[in-house]
């Protein structure tokens, strides 16, 4: 991800790792390796079907995209987008998926979970977001019409190559956090012959 490009990208919150992403977490409250993959893959199929309730989301857990924090935000800004998307920023992690607004997101495929460590709760996933670039607004359940005019992925074709790292405590997930960036649409990854 690099500075101007469409999406915004806030280098100057991305110096240091969120301090529960370096912590273990109580044996407890660990998931099995499957599980943490399981939870991981369960936030791509909430996108693709515009499900929130797939995914076990912490009450207070939160998602921060390229160093904004685009869900459950207290103090929402657009970052340049639609002013619809401040108040969607505002919303809880599963009421936003569940709102349609990523229903520009045809598809998440190929998916790759790399790296997983049980002990910190962590897995790792690189993915390619797929937008056919043919969605102007959305309809959303609670918000009424929303405008896609503003965002590069509803209106044109294009992909998105996303690292993608999940913390999972208690079977929950409290933290998910993206470095994306544009690709022309479907681009290659390298990789789609191993992979979802």
Aim: charged share 20%.
């Amino acid at each position: 991800a690099r500075k101007g490009e469409l999406q915004s990208l806030q280098t100057d919150l991305l110096q240091t790792p969120l301090p529960i992403f370096l912590q273990d977490v109580p044996a407890a409250r660990r998931s099995s390796r499957a599980e943490l993959e399981r939870i991981g893959n369960s936030y791509f199929n909430a996108i693709e079907k515009a499900d929130g309730s797939l995914v076990p989301f912490a009450a207070d857990g939160f998602r921060i995209e390229n160093g904004v924090r685009t869900c459950n935000n207290p103090t929402p800004t657009t970052a340049g987008s639609s002013p619809d998307f401040a108040r969607l920023r505002g919303m809880a992690c599963a009421d936003q998926l569940s709102t349609k607004i990523f229903t520009y997101i045809k598809s998440v495929s190929p998916r790759r979970i790399e790296v997983v460590d049980v002990d910190k709760g962590l897995a790792i996933a690189f993915v390619r977001f797929q937008h056919p670039g043919n969605i102007l607004f959305v309809d959303t359940p609670a918000n009424g019409r929303v405008s896609q005019e503003k965002n590069p992925g509803a209106i044109r074709p294009t992909s998105a190559l996303i690292a993608e790292l999940f913390k999972i405590e208690g079977h929950q997930l409290p933290r998910v956090m993206a470095v994306i960036t544009n690709v022309p649409s479907q681009m290659p990854t390298g990789w789609e012959h191993t992979a979802r």
